[in-house]
């Protein structure tokens, strides 16, 4: 046999172990270990309480405050702790607020780049920047007046 002839042979030879490879891997869906925890609410008269806006900042790995002044922002309404939990002025719906709370892990808290939600806010000369744990980007993101 001629190199060409054995080069043919051992590349089809390898092509047969990688299917034979795939075919042992299993086929199950692969689920993202990053789940944003849902809403904890309830409307009282006017007003809508969440009960663990700091467990899903906890988990975000976020500043409370930070999230809080997003979502009133956000919400275009007042609002405050009141001890654990958050009393907003208005009527909002858990899934108005899942939205919410979804549209700020995209925008402060994964990577532009690998989507990785290990990341960290920082502050440099009055500039907010998010910084990826894992990939090591680094860009500026709008501050929330």
């Not at 075919?23 to 944003?36: A, L, Q, T, V, Y």
């Not at 719906?93 to 806010?121: A, H, M, W």
Request: positive net charge.
């Amino acid at each position: 046999m001629n190199q060409n002839q054995e080069s043919i042979k051992s590349s089809s030879e390898y092509e047969s172990w990688l299917e034979r490879a795939y075919g042992k891997i299993s086929k199950r869906e692969i689920k993202s270990r990053f789940e944003i925890p849902k809403v904890n609410s309830w409307i009282q008269g006017n007003k809508t309480i969440l009960t663990n806006l700091k467990q899903i900042a906890n988990y975000l790995n976020r500043d409370p405050n930070h999230l809080l002044k997003y979502l009133l922002k956000e919400l275009a309404t007042a609002g405050e702790f009141d001890g654990s939990k958050v009393t907003f002025v208005g009527k909002f719906g858990e899934s108005i607020l899942n939205q919410k709370i979804e549209k700020y892990v995209e925008e402060f808290v994964k990577c532009r780049e690998c989507k990785s939600p290990d990341t960290k806010l920082l502050k440099e000369d009055r500039i907010q920047f998010l910084q990826c744990l894992a990939c090591g980007a680094k860009y500026p993101v709008r501050r929330i007046k």
